[in-house]
């Protein structure tokens, strides 16, 4: 992956999003899961250190983190502190991450606040903004809109 990123980066591009584990993959034997796990938590250190070589943030986007074994999310959060002071390209880490979970974490903060009553007119007040605030990924924080459309 790293030589990919060097490649996106002599082409001019900003930002790079990977799918590592999707939340389907929980699914699996565990066998395969585990075996999986140990070569993340391996590739975490290997990327960790060249990332910082190579002035590379890493972001790490999951909608389900708490699933993911201790020694992967003790490595995920290394790579991540150790990296997110590089101001260079960006790589953004899909892991045990899925779409539909995003979009129901999204509705369930967004219900909160209407049973609050932060949020009383539904139709004028619910929009990409309040959507874009309530992604759970932040992926709205990374990329700006522009770059999404």
């Known amino acids: 992956m790293i030589d990919f990123a060097k490649w996106c980066i002599e082409e001019g591009i900003e930002i790079l999003t990977v799918y590592a584990f999707s939340t389907e993959n929980w699914n699996r034997e565990k066998k395969e899961i585990d075996v999986l796990m140990s070569i993340f938590v391996k590739y975490c250190n290997d990327l960790r ?11 790490i986007f999951s909608t389900d983190f708490e699933r993911l074994p201790s020694n992967v999310k003790a490595g995920v959060k290394r790579m991540v502190s150790e990296t997110e002071s590089c101001t260079g390209f960006q790589m953004c880490i899909c892991l045990s991450y899925g779409s539909r979970g995003e979009i129901v974490n ?8 209407v049973q609050r ?23 709205f924080e990374i990329c700006n809109s522009t770059q999404l459309n």
């Open 117 to 139: 009553g932060e949020i009383k007119n539904l139709e004028n007040e619910i929009d990409e903004q309040v959507s874009r605030a309530k992604n759970t990924t932040k992926v």
């Open 49 to 59: 250190v060249e990332a910082k070589k190579q002035n590379i943030k890493i972001n």
């Open 106 to 113: 999204a509705c369930k903060t967004i219900a909160k606040k």
